[in-house]
């Protein structure tokens, strides 16, 4: 009953709170009021049932936590699927296996003729996740909030496209250069900001990041300005000469390379010794350096690292399209890539995938919504952070085994 | 040395300054109490102009005009910004506390974006044109090519704004509640001061202030679209750092400063890189002083 | 209190001030270590024992005075505001009033991090492998293991170390500390919330510390019994001065300290 009282009222508040801004259209041209009620009638509605919904989940959110906090034997508590299978050797070789070869013959499978719309889809979404797991370095292991990120991406993009036109380099020839920028980049953001934390950092990364933008925006003779370059050259395959189809049909076996790179260096880097004073470092800055971790170079090695990832798949980036132009470095892009990170689960190689391809595959294929996409990912955000703030896939620490013999084996960090 | 450019840059910068300041004190006084960075405070600043032009729309198309139209407009949209911001404390911040800094964060920036496209949706992503409603003050005359009846309007506006708020939190309990949970939670707590409310009162406070900015510079730029609020909210948040984060006459001070800095910059040195100067004054500040200008180093405890 | 030989000086600390604005934390206060030994530093809440502690151990730089090291004869260093990691990489470890470990990360993992500045394996080894990268790893492994062992943590090293009991989590934070193979452990009320039993427990782990891993230790205690039972000696810190230092039963005696502290609550 008590669930009804405030579900009502919260709907009632939101129709008051909707009525100007859904309700009212002024048309000054034609001097005309729009007026859609039926708007305030599903606003009502709408907020009615979220309150009810909202309610429930809250109530069983906190019966959770009390449930953890009373737990006797926290050793024993229930595992996710995703761990249990990451735990099982042999299923998840078998799915990993199955996946890759579903990778493999992609193109083949969504592609007939010259129609390759699919094929770009999936290069996009798995530029992003190149991006994803670039940033899961920086934000998910080293805990360096950077809002900036795309500004990389930007470098490494830039990059190839200018040293395309004007010392006609090739793909290929670009491709570490444009890495190696991004690390540049990421080196000389990170030396003055390493005394930074959380929100501040945030938002010192954003300005950079937005300099960066800006300068591309208004700096013509060299970057092109908003209209950007456009004829940036396809990597070419020894010289032959490709068609639309079989180009695309390149650039993702490149990209999905991309791909396996990153998580292979990825994973090393986060199991080692390197992957360990990241996280010590986000864990806990005072600890890790009283325990004999260098704050600068590890956090300029997490700035670098990641920085590199978005340089490198700028090129691709950058290929793939044949153009770019400042709008595709927007605030909006940093955001999404954070979102990756953070609604993967800070730190978890696979969580990141996952979050990366729904993020970036659900909006093309979802085209009859894609009015409320943004929408939607705002909200996600928010409600993830409230429902589940560990990400989807809680980072799973790898499971050493030792003996006073010696051995040791493990059965892989994801 | 071009005095009268020079006097003209400054009139005009301490104009832009005053609205800066005023969706700053919403920063400071927000991060100041929850060490927050309301990321969706500049989208609350949006809404209020958009909540007065639509009032402005209806009352004008039936016939009605003036300054009163405008005063009238104010009152709904702070009204209404308040309402907003109440809102959205409720929902994306307060399950919030407690958890980890990046889960508000996380869940501002997702807010932030939630809005704006809520009312780029419910109205429109385009320009919408603010009628005029500021008549061309007799007094003014003289001043006009450095103070228009608008930016008077203005200064007019943020000073009163400014004293009132000065009293607000000297004088009033709601004020001294708010110093209180601030300077210590807790204890606020313990003494019986009902800390969400202070929290929501707060938020509220910032959101009317924020509106009043939104319907001054719709007037000053005769037009509002949805993108408004992002900028102006970074640009907010550097004046607020800029003046010490958790100060409010520091914000004051930064927006100002802001203010002046990026009109000199744009009018002296370039204007396409106006946004420029702002972000590279927010990041030169955060570097060198993060306490900002009015603020204290605070050392952690270890 | 087990027989010790007393050998070289470790630590030497002389004249050390600490200001934080117009405030005096600490006083012109002076303190030696030698080999072999476990001394204590007690006080009444507030006397400054830990900021000394963090002034020695490089998280703030004294604003006057001298601290200098003697890592294994080689002469002395003076480390007056050198960076943490650096002096604990020179051999000084510490652990923390208010347990500082990563929740979430694993035991065994928490305790390798205390290798970190004792190992080498960088970016290029670890994405690119090898034999030496390996080796370098295992035995990281072993070692860490080998200490937790040595904490009696051994079977919950692939625990969070946010799960362990209170009692458990000092222990962890010890062996961290241990692993970064100092001579001279420094402990910050390492008994703070333990029961008596568990008390004793500590106990016999600071003297198997000092004896097994030839670690000196340096102490700050508010659990009277504890200091009393196990330090060779103790200095006594109020209101930021030295007042005090002896072998304990000095310092049970003298009246400076009993006026200042022991008078309440004379356990031992």
Known sequence: MMHLKRSLSIGLWFMFLTLPLMVVRVNTVSREIEWRWMNLVWAGVCAFAIAWLWQFSIERRAAKRMQVATDDHPEKRQHSLAQRLADDPVLSRRVLIGVGLLALVFPWLVSSGNSFYHINVMVSALIFVVLGLGLNITVGLAGLLDLGYIAFFAVGAYTYALLSKNFDLGFWTCLPIGGVMGMLFGVVLGFPILRLRGDYLAIVTLGFASITKIVLENWDTVFGGAAGIANIPRPDLFGFELDGRQKAIYIYYIVLALVALTVVVTTRLKNSRVGRAWMALREDEIASVAMGVDMAQTKLSAYALGAFWAGLVGVVFAAHNNFINPDSFTFMDSAMILAMVVLGGMGSILGVIIAALVLKLLPEYLRAFAEYRMLVFGAVMVLMMIFRPQGLINDMRRKYECDTAGGESDNGGK | ?302 | ?268
């Not at chain 3, 790893?137 to 946010?162: C, H, M, N, T």
């Not at chain 3, 009991?165 to 009320?189: C, H, K, M, N, V």
């Open chain 2, 1 to 302: 040395m071009d005095f009268e450019y020079l006097f003209q840059l400054l009139c005009s910068g301490v104009v832009k300054g005053s609205i800066y300041a005023l969706i700053a004190l919403g920063y400071t006084m927000v991060y100041g109490i929850i060490q927050l960075i309301n990321f969706a405070h500049g989208e609350i600043y949006m809404i209020g102009a958009f909540v007065a032009l639509i009032i402005t729309g209806v009352v004008t198309l039936s016939g009605y005009s003036g300054f009163s139209v405008l005063i009238l407009a104010a009152v709904v949209a702070a009204i209404y910004a308040a309402a907003y911001g109440f809102t959205l404390e409720k929902i994306a911040y307060r399950p919030l506390r407690g958890a980890p800094r990046l889960s508000p964060l996380i869940s501002a920036i997702g807010a932030s974006i939630f809005l704006m496209n809520y009312v780029q949706l419910a109205q429109t992503p385009d320009f919408l044109p603010f009628p005029e409603l500021v008549p061309e003050f007799e007094f003014m005359e003289p001043w006009v090519q450095y103070v228009s009846s608008v930016d008077m309007v203005i200064l007019v506006v943020t000073a009163l704004v400014m004293v009132a708020l000065t009293v607000l939190i000297k004088y009033t309990r709601i004020g001294k509640a708010m110093r209180a949970t601030q300077q210590d939670q807790v204890m606020a707590r313990l003494v019986g001061i009902n800390v969400d409310r202070v929290i929501s009162a707060t938020f509220v406070i910032g959101s009317i202030l924020a509106a009043i900015g939104g319907v001054l510079i719709a007037s000053r730029t005769g037009q509002i679209n949805t993108a408004i609020g992002f900028m102006a909210g970074i640009k907010a948040f550097t004046a607020a750092v800029l003046g010490g984060i958790g100060n409010i006459p520091g914000a004051v001070l930064g927006g100002l400063v802001l203010g002046i800095a990026e009109t000199f910059g744009a009018g002296y040195i370039s204007s396409a890189y106006e946004d420029v100067f702002a972000f590279g004054l927010l990041v030169l500040i955060l570097v060198l002083r993060p306490a900002g200008l009015l603020g204290k180093a605070v050392k952690q405890k270890v």
């Open chain 3, 1 to 268: 209190m087990a027989a010790n030989e007393t050998g070289h000086k470790l630590l030497e600390v002389s004249g050390l001030t600490m200001d934080f604005g117009g405030l005096r934390a600490i006083d012109n206060v002076g303190l030696d270590i030698y080999e072999g030994e476990i001394v204590a530093l007690i006080g009444p809440n507030g006397a400054g024992k830990t900021t000394f502690f963090n002034c020695v151990t490089g998280i703030y730089e004294p604003t006057g005075g001298d601290v200098k090291i003697y890592p294994k004869g080689n002469g002395s260093k003076r480390i007056n505001g050198m960076k943490p990691n650096r002096i604990t990489a020179l051999g000084m470890a510490r652990t923390f009033q208010n347990i500082r470990l990563f929740p979430a990360m694993t035991v065994l993992e928490n305790v390798m991090i205390g290798r970190h500045c004792r190992t080498r394996n960088g970016i290029l080894r670890a994405i690119i492998g090898g034999a030496a990268m390996a080796r370098e790893e295992k035995e990281s492994i072993e070692k860490s293991y080998q200490l937790l062992k040595k904490v009696g943590l051994a079977d919950v090293a692939d625990e969070f170390s946010r799960n362990l009991s209170y009692g458990a989590q000092r222990r962890l934070e010890i062996a961290r500390a241990l692993a970064t193979d100092p001579f001279l452990l420094l402990l910050d009320e390492p008994a703070a919330g333990m029961n008596p039993q568990e008390t004793l427990e500590l106990d016999a782990l600071i003297t198997r510390i000092r004896d097994e891993e030839k670690v000196a230790i340096l102490l700050i205690e508010h659990d009277m019994k504890l200091v009393m039972n196990i330090s060779d000696r103790i200095y006594v810190m109020e209101y930021g001065k030295k007042i005090a230092q002896g072998t304990p039963l000095e310092i049970k005696e003298n009246p400076k300290v009993i006026e200042a502290y022991l008078g309440e609550e004379a356990h031992a």
